[in-house]
T-cell receptor, first 114, second 109 residues
Framework: DTEVTQTPKHLVMGMTNKKSLKCEQHMGHRAMYWYKQKAKKPPELMFVYSYEKLSINESVPSRFSPECPNSSLLNLHLHALQPEDSALYLC?????????????FGPGTRLTVL | AQRVTQPEKLLSVFKGAPVELKCNYSYSGSPELFWYVQYSRQRLQLLLRHISRESIKGFTADLNKGETSFHLKKPFAQEEDSAMYYCALFSGSARQLTFGSGTQLTVLP
């Protein structure tokens, strides 16, 4: 399996809802990433996990809460989001420290906050 | 801090014409550079990386450290090349990718 998968593909939520995005890879990669991408803009890095530990948090608001339960899974828990948080959320993975730096991207979850 | 600049937001060429997408970077260390492509309704995928020096789908890119550039070139554009192209720099110290703003390439019939 050489793909990063993400569920759900689409998500619509209200500002008071709690939801989670899920990302999975079975390539043995030890670094996983969350990005936010607005239309026609480049991906913006949100979080980096390296060997299941959070290594980078790009000053993301606390209404986004990442979790890495194991080396294959990455979750993004969402709570009390704002309409401006509507975007495509991308997950990516790479081999990790001292390995190949190529990042493999998932198809994304398109999030709409009402 | 690292920075990647793609000066052209939009670029249109006719089928069969040469195409060049510009990318300039600033980075204090030894750069590792990539070109990623995002076709309509598809995931972001790697097109090229400077360390492999290979040609993918007819595209090539050469790292010019003197000009701090990594321009993407193809001698004969095809309609299926129409996509958003992102130049990206990997920072070894921060261990993260920095993307340029992207160039939307349209190849006209």
């Amino acid at each position: 399996d050489t793909e990063v998968t993400q569920t759900p593909k689409h998500l619509v939520m209200g500002m008071t809802n709690k939801k989670s995005l899920k990302c999975e890879q079975h390539m043995g990669h030890r670094a996983m990433y969350w990005y936010k991408q607005k239309a026609k803009k480049p991906p913006e890095l949100m979080f980096v996990y390296s060997y299941e530990k959070l290594s980078i948090n790009e000053s993301v608001p606390s209404r986004f809460s990442p979790e890495c339960p194991n080396s294959s899974l990455l979750n993004l828990h969402l709570h009390a989001l704002q309409p401006e948080d509507s975007a495509l959320y991308l997950c990516a993975s790479s081999q990790g420290a001292s390995g190949d730096n190529e990042q493999f991207f998932g198809p994304g979850t398109r999030l709409t906050v009402l | 801090a690292q920075r990647v600049t793609q000066p052209e937001k939009l670029l249109s060429v006719f089928k069969g014409a040469p195409v060049e997408l510009k990318c300039n970077y600033s980075y204090s260390g030894s750069p590792e550079l990539f070109w990623y492509v995002q076709y309509s309704r598809q995931r972001l995928q790697l097109l090229l990386r400077h360390i492999s020096r290979e040609s993918i789908k007819g595209f090539t890119a050469d790292l010019n450290k003197g000009e701090t550039s990594f321009h993407l070139k193809k001698p004969f554009a095809q309609e299926e090349d129409s996509a958003m192209y992102y130049c990206a720099l990997f920072s070894g110290s921060a261990r993260q990718l920095t993307f340029g703003s992207g160039t939307q390439l349209t190849v006209l019939p």
